[in-house]
């Protein structure tokens, strides 16, 4: 089973701002979006999409506490 984070802090409602930092980790996922919850939300879509389909998946959104926002099959 997958368990997905989604951290929901109030910045992600801003824009992008600044120079973006290196990918010294390589976790670096580039976009076009303005905004960064924007970006996330099609970062996390493209990371799910290459998931095997019949894997179970329990996404949770947090910010001062977890909540389930999804339980199913990643495809």
Do not use: C
Request: charged residues 20%.
């Amino acid at each position: 089973m997958w368990l997905l984070l989604l951290d929901t802090p109030g910045s992600m409602g801003d824009p992008f701002a600044g120079t973006p930092p290196e990918a010294a980790s390589g976790r670096r996922v580039e976009t076009t979006a303005e905004i960064k919850f924007d970006g996330a939300r099609q970062a996390f879509l493209d990371y799910v999409a290459g998931l095997p389909p019949a894997d179970p998946v329990a996404v949770f959104a947090f910010s001062s506490s977890a909540e389930l926002v999804f339980e199913g099959r990643a495809g």
